[in-house]
């Protein structure tokens, strides 16, 4: 149990292009999910939190009009990369959790972003 | 912010080794947690603490939460090619300060 799957595993966009990753939980409801971006020998940096029918809390030095988050439903999260630009282009890791107050997060198997 | 602290930074092993890795920190956690993450992949969950003190194993993995709250090991027995990769240990406070380490980068020469 605990699976999560992310689409698309890999994109490539043109510079001022949107792009939009999805986050699903398969098997297990997640109250909340998080979104993170893995930069190359890097560990995960944390973007934003979010909880099922809320907005999601942003952290510090992550641009949320950049960066859009929807967590429509307890099984899907959606990340928008709006207006990418080619310093945008990373890896990207969504998690869930079943419980509000923390514990085991589960990872999607991540989406390689280049934009170009 | 709260940070972890993972040593050692990566690690060149024998096929066959046992391999112990540590993460600490200055401050408190109620939860630590091991994951592996492989090139180009996800984090893997491997083991989850949740008590001070206790030990739980998970095949040839073996974890522990530190008495003090301020830390973990993990050891690999007996490695095996598959085992590389890098491990992340994480901690948490109910939600609130979830935080990842730097990892450790463990290969292993046949």
């Known amino acids: 149990g605990a699976v999560v799957s992310q689409h698309p595993s890999r994109v490539i966009c043109k510079s001022g292009t949107s792009v939009k990753i999805e986050c699903r939980s398969l098997d297990f409801q997640a109250t909340t999910m998080f979104w993170y971006r893995q930069f190359p020998k890097q560990s995960l940096m944390l973007m934003a939190t979010?909880?099922?029918?809320?907005?999601?809390?942003?952290e510090q030095g992550v641009e949320k009009d950049k960066f859009l988050i929807n967590h429509a439903s307890l099984t899907l999260s959606t990340l928008t990369v709006t207006s990418a630009h080619p310093e945008d282009s990373s890896f990207y890791i969504c998690s869930a959790s079943r419980q509000i107050a923390g514990g085991e997060q589960y990872f999607g198997p991540g989406t390689r972003l280049t934009v170009t | 912010g709260q940070q972890l602290n993972q040593s050692p930074q990566s690690m060149f092993i024998q096929e066959g080794e046992d391999v112990s890795m540590n993460c600490t920190s200055s401050?408190?956690?109620?939860?630590w947690l091991w994951y592996k993450q492989d090139p180009g992949e996800g984090p893997v969950l491997l083991i989850a603490l949740y008590k001070a003190g206790e030990l739980t194993s998970n095949g040839r993995l073996t974890a522990q939460f530190g008495i003090t709250r301020k830390d973990s090991f993990l050891n690999i027995s007996a490695s095996i090619p598959s085992d590389v990769g890098i491990y992340f240990c994480?901690?948490?406070?109910?939600?609130?300060?979830?935080?990842f380490g730097p990892g450790t980068r463990l290969s292993v020469l046949p």
């Open positions: 401050s408190i956690f109620n939860t």
């Open positions: 979010s909880n099922e029918g809320s907005k999601a809390t942003y």
């Open positions: 994480a901690a948490d406070n109910y939600g609130q300060n979830f935080v």
